[in-house]
């Protein structure tokens, strides 16, 4: 299973990522796109990394995600700020949202790449068509095709921290498309390390893919940002944004 025990190691391994930047920039897409934001529901919402800095903005912001470990840190670092902020337990395929006229959905930090199947990323974005209101904008990142199958593809990468260690080695099927990831992580235990794996699978989608699928959804405005120089990525080789209009 994806994101169980990774769940809880999860945020001293991104320790390096600014999500705060990551907020800015999302707001600064709104700005751009001249879009009233006061409600946003974030799809794959992790340990609320995202989610939380933008409550603290007065955002009125829902968290959905399929890992309950993950919303279990994300409840707990809630608590731990004095905040409240809703989480739901949910496979974003199987969205069971009745809120509708949303401003904002948002899925940050390339979680559609782990939507494997054209007819489940497809039936995504239709139900997030019919969530937002009028003029509402769905803002989305994706791994690039590029990052995927050449920067990740049959790569290994590992690190050895004080108290994590983890190996991570990657083989990229290109006919599928897709990229087996398979995790080894010892994490210190006393004197000793435990041992815990979880293999991710992940797939690499082109920018017509996607701008064909959201046209389908009947989205008539789409934008691709590449200007994120906020993260540590090439903005042309690793990270696509992609900003829909009602």
Not at 197 to 203: K, L, S, V
Request: charged letters at 30%; aromatic letters at 16%; glycine letters at 4%.
């Amino acid at each position: 299973m994806q994101y169980k025990d990774f769940a809880f190691i999860y945020d001293n391994l991104m320790d390096n990522v600014d999500y705060d930047k990551w907020v800015d920039y999302v707001e600064e897409i709104i700005k751009k796109e001249d879009v009233q934001v006061k409600n946003i529901l974030e799809l794959a919402c992790g340990t609320g990394n995202l989610t939380i800095p933008f409550a603290k903005k007065n955002y009125d912001i829902l968290g959905i995600d399929i890992s309950e470990d993950m919303l279990s840190v994300a409840r707990e670092k809630c608590i731990d700020e004095g905040i409240e902020v809703v989480f739901l337990n949910q496979d974003m395929t199987e969205l069971d949202f009745e809120v509708y006229n949303l401003d904002c959905v948002l899925c940050a930090c390339d979680g559609f790449n782990y939507i494997l199947e054209d007819e489940d990323i497809q039936s995504i974005f239709d139900n997030v068509y019919g969530l937002l209101k009028k003029k509402g904008v769905f803002i989305f990142d994706i791994s690039s095709y590029n990052k995927l199958s050449n920067i990740l593809g049959n790569n290994t990468f590992g690190e050895n921290r004080e108290d994590i260690t983890y190996i991570w080695e990657n083989y990229f099927d290109d006919e599928s498309n897709m990229v087996e990831m398979d995790l080894a992580f010892f994490t210190r235990n006393g004197e000793y390390y435990q041992k815990f794996e979880e293999t991710h699978y992940q797939r690499a989608y082109k920018n017509d893919e996607i701008i064909n699928m959201l046209q389908n959804t009947g989205f008539d405005y789409i934008k691709v940002y590449r200007d994120f120089t906020f993260l540590d990525a090439d903005e042309e080789t690793e990270r696509v944004f992609f900003v829909c209009k009602k």
